[in-house]
């Protein structure tokens, strides 16, 4: 089992950056792939971003692609969502999830565990 807890949210003007991370408890965080998904408002949760458990592979949603970077410090138990660019669409909750594998896992359904969320919202 493992515990996630995401940060770093907040309001930011389009253009700028933002960098969420999401600390987990265990000591076994460099057995799991993690992952980045967010949720507007009356949307359904889309998953945007994938890393492997080594961070040698990573996955992006094309919505995101070019603009956000996936990476993760496994000594530290933390992975990372570099965001640049940002844009109002942007705007969501952003949850931090985990599971027990050796592949990259690039859907939401592959996730067995989920932080709580934390939110970022980009004004126009």
């Known amino acids: 089992q493992v515990q996630l807890v995401e940060s770093g949210g907040g309001l930011v003007q389009a253009g700028g950056s933002l960098r969420l991370s999401c600390a987990a408890s265990g000591r076994t965080f460099s057995t799991y792939a993690m992952g980045w998904a967010r949720q507007a408002p009356g949307k359904e949760r889309e998953f945007i971003a994938a890393i492997s458990r080594s961070g040698g592979n990573t996955d992006y949603a094309d919505s995101v692609k070019g603009r956000f970077t996936i990476s993760r410090d496994n000594a530290k138990n933390t992975v990372y969502l570099q965001m640049n660019s940002l844009k109002p669409e942007d705007t969501a909750n952003y949850y931090c999830?985990?599971?027990?594998?050796?592949?990259?896992?690039?859907?939401?359904?592959?996730?067995?565990?989920w932080g709580q969320g934390t939110q970022v919202t980009v004004s126009s």
């Open positions: 999830a985990a599971t027990f594998s050796s592949q990259l896992q690039t859907t939401k359904h592959q996730y067995a565990y």
